[in-house]
């Protein structure tokens, strides 16, 4: 039985993580890179082609680049973002699509979805800016919506920041999170690690990792 997450002061992490992100210019710089995920040969490509495409959650969609290319793949896309203008901006983007359902959520888990009703899960550009406390609430809740033998794929840091000051002071706003803490949190709630794959951002060696988790069939 997965282990339940202790929330404590997560409302503020949310804030601090979520607030440099309004509005940001971000977004529209980084449409420009979306191919580099999706490119054969891509570590981000290789893993996603292991999920099932069935019921798919991106989680911090941002306006809906990567679920640009993933809707035509899946019966059914459900974009969660804490940021509610950024499911407006995905709405518009992705009205030609019928299959997809949008979810502004508390930043810390994947409610109101079900448990056992998700396929399959994927997390690009945003978990690697994350706080631990948030991810390892992910992660808890990972087990209780993902099917039996369903997976979920997560980029997220490599890299174990000073505890002293904001996440933005770090390599390419990197939060504090290394492998070996995501594997712990990962088996403390009751997921199968499939593959940990460390990898190179932006001229930083082994910044970031790509992690693909599965829940077990029993």
């Not at 990567?66 to 509610?84: Q, W």
């Not at 299959?99 to 690697?128: K, L």
């Not at 999170?177 to 403390?188: H, I, L, P, V, Y």
Request: proline share 4%.
């Amino acid at each position: 039985m997965a282990m339940k997450a202790d929330y404590g002061n997560i409302f503020n992490s949310v804030s601090i993580v979520a607030e440099p992100w309004l509005d940001s210019a971000y977004y529209g710089i980084a449409e420009k890179y979306t191919a580099d995920f999706w490119n054969v040969g891509s570590p981000f490509r290789r893993l996603f082609d292991h999920l099932e495409m069935d019921v798919v959650i991106d989680l911090a969609c941002g306006y809906g680049r990567h679920a640009e290319v993933v809707a035509p793949k899946c019966s059914k896309l459900i974009l969660i973002d804490v940021i509610e203008r950024n499911l407006k901006v995905s709405k518009v983007r992705l009205n030609r699509f019928s299959n997809i359902t949008y979810i502004c959520n508390n930043g810390f888990d994947y409610e109101p979805v079900r448990e056992n009703q998700i396929s399959s899960v994927y997390c690009y550009d945003a978990m690697v800016h994350f706080s631990y406390d948030i991810v390892r609430s992910y992660i808890l809740d990972t087990f209780r919506i993902l099917k039996p033998g369903g997976r979920a794929f997560f980029h997220h840091s490599n890299y174990d920041a000073p505890d002293d000051r904001h996440y933005g002071q770090n390599p390419h706003a990197r939060n504090k999170m290394t492998q070996k803490m995501f594997k712990s949190f990962a088996r403390a709630a009751g997921l199968r690690i499939v593959e940990s794959t460390l990898i190179d951002w932006g001229g930083s060696p082994n910044l970031d990792c790509l992690t693909l988790l599965e829940k077990p069939r029993e």
